[in-house]
């Protein structure tokens, strides 16, 4: 118990610093140690495919912001800053907060989940879909077309990347 | 298409005359990078078919086998990556992945709904080869996340800081 | 109490939105605001005494972790490792463009030429 708050509080901290830092590399490498934190939370959480995922995927994202980061001069011009759009921002925040304690009031207490769906995934996974990973089973059996519109999803992104990679002027030939 | 072309001309071209040595990292990088590609590619293969009895799967087993082909694109340059895997049969890969999908989803008779586990009789679980469609789907979430990241990246490493006008 | 955790990583990820002028800066916070709600969704599915979802032959398993999150948030993380991805060509186009990161020096250089960027 005190880990994940241990961890959660190392996210917020390197949330904050992220933010904050005036270096943009720096910035970027402080969010890769965020997204181990929450890798290290998920194995805690009992979710290892979670897990895997998260650090595969971060290190992707770091090395993709990287390459964002020195392309160019790396530092953030330091600028006067708008404090009455600062002040806004910040009351509003606040009282997203506060509101926020109605919000978790409803909500489940922590280690007791509802699970009024998947108690029946969790007794009909081996026999229907003859499986023994349930997650597995959720994903790509029960759940299949959240899935399927995820794969959609990657699919118009790469489309989106395509085009915006190539949309040079329109008389010069295309050769990256 | 022009654009198509155009790459494989370059590459025929440009290959000779580059050695490996000067394009790319230093030579420790390359030579671990040399040991360890492909054990990651395995490893991520292993993931994928194994995802219905360890934790794993198709997402994670796709995203191993991107980081490793994005470790040949770091430290041996782009080109020498893309003489492993082409630009266009990883989009091929890509596309293919999505049209398995959608073709485990339609087979089957006309009183199983679309995307439905079709299988009437289930194998053996908890083995390998059980028989049900979570494998095969699954190894069609690899091929689709694996490629489709490396196309990504692909496309990211190459624009360029200036725009050559 | 932990849950209020969350929430405060979710409200620096819309702090980071709302005020930062950089456009690296706005997608870290993008990605800061995709892990409050991961990591809110796999705490929402704790058990106490829970095991992971899997399945073994040699042992009962009696508690299990709720699997239903885990799931949603596996097929989340593909879509937004995409969505950066997207982000990220947007912003290397714009630094092509305008050569600067900044959000508010792009709007004065459109402002003052409009017939510049017709591929931005």
């Keep these: ?176 | 298409m022009k654009n198509k072309t155009n790459n494989k001309i370059k590459h025929k071209t440009k290959i000779p005359d580059n050695p490996q040595a000067e394009q790319g990292m230093s030579i420790i990088v390359k030579t671990v990078t040399r040991l360890t590609v492909g054990v990651l590619f395995v490893y991520g293969i292993n993931v994928a078919l194994h995802g219905h009895i360890i934790p794993g799967g198709g997402f994670a087993g796709g995203a191993i086998i991107a980081l490793s082909l994005l470790n040949l694109v770091l430290a041996f340059g782009r080109d020498a990556a893309l003489e492993k895997l082409s630009q266009t049969w990883a989009i091929i890969f890509t596309t293919l992945g999505l049209l398995l999908f959608m073709v485990v989803g339609l087979f089957g008779n006309n009183n199983i709904p679309i995307l439905a586990n079709f299988f009437q009789d289930k194998g053996s679980i908890l083995s390998l080869f059980c028989i049900g469609n979570i494998p095969l789907l699954n190894i069609a979430v690899c091929l689709q996340v694996g490629a489709g990241i490396f196309v990504i990246f692909i496309y990211l490493v190459s624009i360029k800081p200036e725009a050559d006008k | 109490m932990i849950y209020f955790l969350c929430f405060i990583l979710f409200s620096i990820g819309i702090y980071g939105v709302l005020v930062k002028r950089n456009i690296i800066k706005l997608i870290i916070s993008t990605m800061i605001l995709n892990y409050a709600v991961y990591i809110l969704l796999v705490l929402m599915g704790f058990r106490w005494q829970g095991q992971v979802p899997v399945f073994v032959s040699d042992q009962e398993i009696n508690f299990m972790v709720d699997p239903l999150p885990q799931s949603m948030v596996m097929v989340a993380m593909i879509v937004g490792l995409a969505v950066t991805a997207l982000l990220v060509a947007v912003a290397m186009r714009l630094y092509q463009q305008f050569k600067t990161f900044d959000i508010k020096e792009i709007i004065e250089i459109k402002t003052k030429k409009p017939e510049v960027d017709n591929n931005a």
């Design chain 1, 1 to 176: 118990m005190i880990d994940l708050y241990i961890l959660l509080i190392l996210m917020i901290i390197g949330a904050v610093l992220a933010l904050e830092i005036k270096d943009l590399l720096s910035a970027v490498i402080i969010t890769g140690a965020v997204g181990l934190c929450l890798s290290a939370a998920f194995l805690l959480l009992k979710a290892p495919d979670l897990a895997m995922t998260q650090l595969i995927v971060e290190i992707v994202l770091v090395i993709i912001l990287v390459r964002a980061t020195i392309f160019t001069d790396s530092r953030v011009q330091q600028t006067k800053r708008n404090y009455a759009n600062f002040i806004a921002v910040l009351i509003s925040i606040s009282f997203f907060l506060g509101a926020s304690g109605y919000v978790i009031a409803k909500l489940p207490i922590f280690g007791k989940p509802l699970m009024r769906i998947s108690r029946t995934y969790l007794s009909e996974a081996l026999s229907q879909a003859s499986v023994n990973n349930v997650v597995a089973a959720i994903t790509l059996d029960y759940r299949i077309f959240d899935t399927f519109l995820a794969l959609v999803a990657l699919f118009t992104c790469l489309i989106a990347i395509m085009a915006l990679s190539r949309a040079k002027s329109k008389e010069q030939k295309t050769n990256f």
